[in-house]
């Protein structure tokens, strides 16, 4: 009130007109009175970031915040670092549907603690997940290969495309900051002396045709990869137990370095992965806000969609509709009954 003089006058305008309605006005007032429950929720602003599984994540909040809740919801651009900061500072955009927090979670727990920001539900149930990975075919072929260790006990089940007589690990596409966490375990299991060479993907589409190439010819592959993806809802992969807990100080320290020396042997560390809201909204958006704190979705889930979104070249709307009429034994879990009847009568 006192930074909108404006705001104030009409507010008060429409205390004063209240106060002069008749008893026919008063009868209506029930009627009238469940208007602002289903338009509670307001305009709405939802950040659209700029990767697969962020983009049709927002877009099913759009659906389902729009018919089942009768939010006004502008989907805005977004990334992790840029969308966080934002809301940080200027409370806006008011939902960052998947925020990758590792790498912001010290300001982040700041701004929560201060009020400013709240962790809704855990968007990813089983979080972000980086590591080695085998085919299952060949994970079911020989069971003895559980760890990275087992693995590189068998350099030929795993040969290089292009250096006979050794196995190949695929490298993350130059530039990545996986390449040089794949690089610094490479080094720090010795890799080398056990008869492997590292093998250059070039980009991201050669790493993931280095996958499918091997599913067609049911050969062995070896190398990085992380969840959740659409490659890994095609093609069905084991991730190797690294054998070792995450070694934080090392990882952080050294492995994640272009000039690291003596990489540690180390578990990734699991990417945490929230639902963020701004203070404005959790206090304005009624029901919606409920919605938000309960809507998690597993990998496999997500995989299997964003393979479906990828072989359909679908936008994130496709998908988005794709789910909701695909899957209401999953998202109907989110909502209340009478809403989840809305939503699907919305589409």
């Known amino acids: 009130m006192k930074k909108s003089p404006q705001l104030a006058l009409t507010v008060l305008a429409a205390v004063i007109a209240l106060s002069a309605c008749s008893k026919k006005e008063e009868a209506a007032a029930p009627i009238a009175a469940m208007q602002p429950a289903a338009t509670a929720c307001g305009k709405v602003t939802v950040a659209n970031m700029n990767w697969q599984s962020a983009e049709v994540l927002a877009h099913i909040d759009k659906i389902i915040l729009s018919k089942g809740y009768g939010c006004d919801v502008e989907l805005v651009p977004g990334d992790t670092m840029p969308t966080l900061t934002?809301?940080?500072?200027?409370?806006?955009?008011?939902?960052?549907?998947?925020?990758?927090?590792?790498?912001?979670?010290?300001?982040?727990?700041?701004?929560?603690?201060?009020?400013?920001?709240?962790?809704?539900?855990?968007?990813?149930?089983?979080?972000?997940?980086?590591?080695?990975?085998?085919?299952?075919?060949?994970?079911?072929?020989?069971?003895?290969?559980?760890?990275?260790?087992?693995?590189?006990?068998?350099?030929?089940?795993?040969?290089?495309?292009?250096?006979k007589d050794k196995g190949g690990i695929y490298n993350c596409p130059a530039g990545w900051n996986c390449q040089l966490t794949t690089g610094a375990a490479f080094k720090a299991w010795d890799a080398a002396k056990k008869g492997f060479v590292l093998v250059n993907t070039g980009s991201a589409a050669g790493l993931d045709g280095s996958i499918a190439k091997a599913y067609e010819r049911k050969q062995g592959w070896l190398g990085y990869?992380?969840?959740?993806?659409?490659?890994?809802?095609?093609?069905?992969?084991?991730?190797?137990?690294?054998?070792?807990?995450?070694?934080?100080?090392?990882?952080?320290?050294?492995?994640?370095?272009?000039?690291?020396?003596?990489?540690?042997?180390?578990?990734?560390?699991?990417a945490v992965v929230f639902t963020v809201i701004t203070d404005s909204f959790k206090k304005a958006g009624g029901p919606a806000v409920g919605y938000l704190e309960t809507r998690s979705w597993r990998n496999d889930t997500v995989n299997q969609l964003l393979a479906w979104m990828t072989d359909n070249q679908a936008t994130g709307e496709d998908g988005a509709k794709y789910f909701l009429k695909s899957h209401p034994e999953i998202w109907t879990t989110w909502v209340a009954p009478d809403v989840a009847e809305k939503i699907k009568a919305g589409l």
């Open 86 to 163: 934002a809301m940080m500072e200027k409370g806006k955009p008011d939902v960052a549907p998947e925020a990758w927090i590792n790498a912001v979670r010290e300001p982040l727990d700041a701004a929560v603690k201060a009020g400013r920001l709240h962790y809704a539900a855990e968007a990813l149930t089983d979080g972000g997940i980086e590591g080695w990975w085998i085919p299952k075919y060949l994970a079911e072929a020989h069971p003895e290969i559980k760890t990275i260790d087992d693995a590189l006990k068998q350099p030929k089940l795993f040969p290089a495309p292009e250096v």
């Open 225 to 270: 990869y992380w969840a959740p993806t659409s490659i890994l809802g095609k093609y069905e992969m084991v991730k190797l137990d690294a054998g070792v807990p995450l070694d934080k100080k090392g990882f952080e320290g050294c492995n994640t370095k272009v000039d690291c020396e003596k990489p540690v042997k180390s578990d990734w560390p699991k």
